[in-house]
């Protein structure tokens, strides 16, 4: 929907618009956690809701773009945010972020434990020191566009691409 966060409240048969002043920008992302909302746009910015998307709020403090591509929430307090320019992390509810990886437009992330990974583009890369060393490990992926991951029923890791979705061994 453009420029728009649309709630249901019955899974999906019914939909009521909660926020559809964005200067129309498109929604890319969002992601919940409990009452908590995060709306990422294309070209407006990164908008949170503390009260199930009744209200949102613009984010203003660390990020230095205005072009959200995805979300991810760890916890009540750890969220990353992948954008034009990087990713960024918040430890307090999304008022603040840090930028830790420059250069590279995740279009996923995925946290396990004290691993960290981004797909983007040029490939997926890892840290396993919360953002501050990363290595691309796409070795036998043959698309260089990373789309998505996933954790299967038995703990493994998929990434989605162009050319399929390949698992980690």
């Known amino acids: 929907v453009n420029g728009g966060v649309y709630k249901s409240t019955d899974g999906g048969g019914w939909w009521t618009a909660t926020f559809t002043s964005l200067p129309a920008s498109p929604v890319t992302c ?16 990164l908008y949170t809701s503390a009260d199930s998307g009744s209200t949102f709020t613009k984010v203003i403090t660390g990020l230095t773009t205005e072009n959200i591509a995805c979300l991810y929430v760890v916890s009540t307090t750890e969220v990353y945010v992948g954008a034009g320019d990087g990713l960024y992390r918040s430890t307090d509810l999304g008022v603040n972020w840090i930028q830790i990886l420059r250069n590279k437009m995740p279009l996923a992330v995925l946290r396990r434990g004290s691993t960290l990974l981004v797909a983007e583009a040029g490939g997926i890369y890892r840290s396993v020191d919360d953002g501050t060393n990363w ?28 050319a399929g979705v390949y698992r980690s061994m």
């Open 135 to 162: 290595v691309n490990v796409a070795k036998g992926i043959m698309s260089p566009m990373s789309l998505c991951f996933v954790v299967d029923a038995n703990g493994g890791i998929c990434v989605g691409t162009e």
């Open 30 to 45: 969002l992601a919940v956690d409990g009452a908590r909302v995060y709306c990422g746009t294309a070209r407006s910015g």
